[in-house]
């Protein structure tokens, strides 16, 4: 059944003031990508977000990661979060009937009397049946529909990633101890991002960790994003309902519905996001001015307001942005082929103490670093 | 000189060994490896302590620091200076955002580049003047709501095709003076500012500014030229006086 205004279960009681969605103030966040896509291990990303610990308060961290699963690399990667285990076995018929299960397994966790009361991890390994497929729903398209499905209709299960070769861990605690339970460690990347939360409007639990992701689009974000209300009504809309409890979902939505449905390029996307304000519209050569006139007057309701910096990664690269008055902290280190992006150099400078360059990015502007052609 | 070494060290042991050695009588400190630790120098009120740090302090370093003087040979990260009451900070890379902000008193030279909102609310009175010297260049918000002290912007020291001042630079400034080695754009200024050219008042003012700025940066600069300067005064020491009275 396809997701719709109509069917969704929205608006859930939560809904119903945007000031109770707002998420955090003084969150750290971290991300690398080794252009090259050379494999380096978690333990460096749970090295470097340790260094920001004091940015959080133990009530979240994250992480996400691409080139980790080359083995399946070709298969979607299903991370599923079960708060209920009973409803482990409903989740699944729907994953066979919908899908070609090619393999499942838990998520090896590590025992830790730090980490409380974890939920139970699964990940499975699945393709899009040929026959799924129509002229207008690609295999992505059938895949974002099933995992809006089970976050919407399983009470009790949560995708955390979808994406290919790539997966998302995260839960309640510090991220360094978060790093542990999963075993980061024993996982090689070649992009990584990290997130220390410190939830101050929005419910500290599993699923409201950050990374949020869709297929193998994720962000962490530092921030809030005080336009939640109309950015969750815009992408609602758009037939991706909001189940996570906190703001940072919403943008990374409306990143996948902006670059993914609308084709907009990912310049284009940022500039929806983190618009120019109309004085410096205005004064724009005619043929840029017509282009940002339009992306605010089309797109509008996907500008996001309040103060943030967020890391978006996908299989392609790694991008960061800041909100348009820069509210929030943001540096960029490259080294070789690696580019760190980072809301403190300290943080950086723990795993990699020398640099060739290191600057602070403009507000609005944003740094899109891509992996080069294999 | 007492070396305290800061590789895995919290910042709350490192403040508290930098507060028992002072009390003990050590007035020169190094620390090394310094990798992030917050509030280094916060707070601290002896006039004749210096602390050199290598590495890169964290955020707020200097908050509230009333007399010592703290050289940081590599860069800083935000919040140098918060509130700062007297004492000095020199910084020999770049800083980050809101760089002395409300600073009362004391010195911050700052060899680089430096962030948004540097200099904000910053404030003076009667003999206490607040001194800040950016070698390099400035994000927004430049000065914002600035009510007194001396701000000198230079853009001397980094090369890049950025202006050497951001957007909104001096809205609300209602006291103090604010001088810029360059020109601005009427557009990029708060409207509660006017721009003008320096006299000798100013030339007697910056001169000894710029050489302990140029002496403690161990650098020569040709930032002697007083003709390629504006200042940024305040037209009105009220700008929003009447903003809730009507």
Same mark, same amino acid.
């Given at each position: 059944?396809?997701?719709?205004?109509?069917?969704?279960?929205?608006?859930?009681?939560?809904?119903?003031?945007?000031?109770?969605?707002?998420?955090?103030?003084?969150?750290?966040?971290?991300?690398?990508?080794?252009?090259?896509?050379?494999?380096?291990?978690?333990?460096?990303?749970?090295?470097?977000?340790?260094?920001? +610990?004091?940015?959080?308060?133990?009530?979240?961290? @994250?992480?996400?990661?691409?080139?980790?699963?080359?083995?399946?690399?070709?298969?979607?990667?299903? +991370?599923?979060?079960?708060?209920?285990?009973?409803?482990? =076995?409903?989740?699944?018929?729907?994953?066979?009937?919908?899908?070609?299960? &090619?393999?499942?397994?838990?998520?090896?966790?590590?025992?830790?009397?730090?980490?409380?009361?974890?939920?139970?991890?699964?990940?499975?390994?699945?393709?899009?049946?040929?026959?799924?497929?129509?002229?207008?729903?690609?295999?992505?398209?059938?895949?974002?529909?099933?995992?809006?499905?089970?976050?919407?209709?399983?009470?009790? !299960?949560?995708?955390?990633?979808?994406?290919?070769?790539?997966?998302?861990?995260? @839960?309640? @605690?510090?991220?360094? =101890?978060? &790093?542990?339970?999963? =075993?980061?460690?024993?996982?090689?990347?070649?992009?990584?991002?990290?997130?220390?939360?410190? *939830?101050?409007?929005?419910?500290?639990?599993?699923?409201?960790?950050?990374?949020?992701?869709?297929?193998?689009?994720?962000?962490?974000?530092?921030?809030?994003?005080?336009?939640?209300?109309?950015?969750?009504?815009?992408?609602?809309?758009?037939?991706?309902?909001?189940?996570?409890?906190? =703001?940072?979902?919403?943008?990374?939505?409306?990143?996948?519905? /902006?670059?993914?449905?609308?084709?907009?390029?990912?310049?284009?996307?940022?500039?929806?996001?983190?618009? *120019?304000?109309?004085?410096?519209?205005?004064?724009?050569?005619?043929?840029?001015?017509?282009?940002?006139? /339009?992306?605010?007057?089309?797109?509008?309701?996907? !500008?996001?307001?309040?103060?943030? &910096?967020?890391?978006? @990664?996908?299989?392609?690269?790694?991008? !960061?942005?800041?909100?348009?008055?820069?509210?929030?902290?943001?540096?960029?280190?490259?080294?070789?082929?690696?580019?760190?992006?980072?809301?403190?150099?300290?943080?950086?400078?723990?795993?990699? *103490?020398?640099?060739?360059? /290191?600057?602070?990015?403009?507000?609005?502007?944003?740094?899109?670093?891509?992996?080069?052609?294999? | 000189?007492?070396?305290?070494?800061?590789?895995?060290?919290?910042?709350?042991?490192?403040?508290?060994?930098?507060?028992? %050695?002072?009390?003990?009588?050590?007035?020169?400190?190094?620390?090394?490896?310094?990798?992030?630790?917050?509030?280094?120098?916060?707070?601290?009120?002896?006039?004749?302590?210096?602390?050199?740090?290598?590495?890169?302090?964290?955020?707020?370093?200097?908050?509230?620091?009333?007399?010592?003087?703290?050289?940081? %040979?590599?860069?800083?990260?935000?919040?140098?200076?918060?509130?700062?009451?007297? #004492?000095?900070?020199?910084?020999?890379?770049?800083?980050?955002?809101?760089?002395?902000?409300?600073?009362?008193?004391?010195?911050?030279?700052?060899?680089?580049?430096?962030?948004?909102?540097?200099?904000?609310?910053?404030?003076?009175?009667?003999?206490? $003047?607040?001194?800040?010297?950016?070698?390099?260049?400035?994000?927004?918000?430049?000065?914002?709501?600035?009510?007194?002290? $001396?701000?000198?912007?230079?853009?001397?020291?980094?090369?890049?095709?950025?202006?050497?001042?951001?957007?909104?630079?001096?809205?609300?400034?209602?006291?103090?003076?604010?001088?810029?080695?360059?020109?601005?754009?009427?557009?990029?200024? #708060?409207?509660?500012?006017?721009?003008?050219?320096?006299?000798?008042?100013?030339?007697?003012?910056?001169?000894?500014?710029?050489?302990?700025?140029?002496?403690?940066?161990?650098?020569?600069?040709?930032?002697?030229?007083?003709?390629?300067?504006?200042?940024?005064?305040?037209?009105?020491?009220?700008?929003?006086?009447?903003?809730?009275?009507?």
């Amino acid at each position: 059944m396809p997701i719709s205004k109509e069917n969704s279960l929205f608006p859930q009681p939560w809904v119903k003031s945007p000031y109770n969605e707002r998420d955090t103030a003084a969150c750290g966040l971290i991300g690398f990508i080794n252009k090259d896509r050379k494999r380096v291990s978690g333990s460096i990303i749970q090295k470097a977000i340790a260094n920001q +610990h004091d940015r959080g308060n133990g009530l979240g961290g @994250g992480f996400a990661a691409y080139g980790i699963y080359p083995k399946y690399k070709d298969l979607y990667a299903l +991370h599923l979060m079960y708060d209920k285990e009973s409803v482990i =076995d409903e989740v699944e018929e729907l994953i066979e009937k919908s899908l070609i299960l &090619a393999h499942a397994e838990l998520i090896p966790v590590k025992k830790s009397k730090i980490i409380k009361d974890p939920p139970l991890f699964k990940r499975y390994f699945v393709d899009v049946r040929p026959e799924s497929l129509e002229e207008d729903v690609s295999a992505d398209d059938y895949l974002v529909k099933i995992v809006m499905q089970i976050n919407v209709e399983v009470d009790g !299960a949560f995708v955390i990633s979808s994406g290919k070769n790539m997966g998302a861990f995260k @839960g309640v @605690g510090f991220p360094e =101890d978060i &790093a542990d339970f999963f =075993d980061l460690q024993s996982y090689e990347g070649y992009i990584w991002t990290a997130h220390n939360r410190f *939830p101050t409007n929005t419910p500290g639990w599993w699923g409201g960790a950050h990374p949020f992701t869709m297929l193998d689009w994720s962000i962490v974000h530092n921030g809030e994003i005080s336009s939640y209300g109309i950015n969750y009504r815009f992408i609602d809309t758009h037939g991706f309902p909001c189940t996570m409890m906190t =703001d940072t979902e919403v943008v990374t939505y409306i990143i996948y519905f /902006l670059v993914r449905k609308h084709k907009l390029s990912f310049e284009d996307a940022c500039t929806v996001m983190a618009p *120019p304000f109309w004085k410096d519209i205005d004064r724009m050569p005619e043929r840029e001015r017509r282009r940002f006139t /339009l992306l605010r007057a089309t797109y509008g309701a996907a !500008a996001l307001n309040g103060p943030f &910096a967020f890391l978006f @990664g996908f299989n392609g690269g790694l991008i !960061a942005l800041n909100d348009r008055v820069k509210l929030r902290p943001l540096v960029v280190g490259h080294k070789g082929k690696t580019v760190y992006i980072s809301s403190e150099e300290a943080s950086i400078r723990e795993v990699c *103490p020398t640099l060739d360059s /290191l600057y602070a990015p403009h507000a609005g502007q944003p740094t899109i670093e891509l992996l080069d052609k294999e | 000189m007492k070396v305290i070494d800061g590789k895995d060290i919290y910042y709350k042991q490192l403040n508290e060994q930098i507060r028992s %050695e002072i009390r003990a009588g050590v007035k020169d400190f190094k620390l090394v490896n310094i990798i992030g630790q917050r509030y280094i120098g916060g707070g601290l009120e002896d006039k004749d302590v210096t602390i050199h740090v290598e590495g890169v302090p964290g955020e707020d370093m200097a908050a509230f620091m009333d007399g010592p003087t703290i050289v940081v %040979e590599n860069n800083a990260q935000d919040g140098v200076g918060n509130t700062m009451n007297s #004492g000095k900070i020199i910084v020999h890379g770049m800083a980050g955002d809101v760089v002395g902000y409300g600073m009362r008193g004391g010195k911050v030279f700052i060899k680089e580049d430096v962030g948004y909102r540097v200099a904000i609310h910053m404030k003076g009175f009667l003999d206490k $003047v607040p001194i800040m010297v950016i070698g390099g260049k400035a994000g927004n918000f430049f000065g914002e709501y600035m009510a007194g002290g $001396v701000v000198v912007l230079l853009g001397a020291t980094t090369e890049n095709d950025d202006p050497i001042v951001g957007d909104y630079c001096a809205t609300g400034m209602h006291g103090g003076v604010i001088y810029i080695r360059g020109s601005v754009e009427d557009r990029m200024l #708060g409207k509660e500012v006017k721009k003008f050219p320096l006299d000798k008042k100013d030339e007697k003012v910056l001169t000894p500014i710029l050489k302990e700025f140029s002496s403690d940066m161990d650098l020569s600069l040709d930032i002697f030229d007083f003709s390629k300067y504006i200042k940024l005064l305040p037209i009105s020491s009220r700008p929003y006086g009447r903003m809730y009275v009507y």
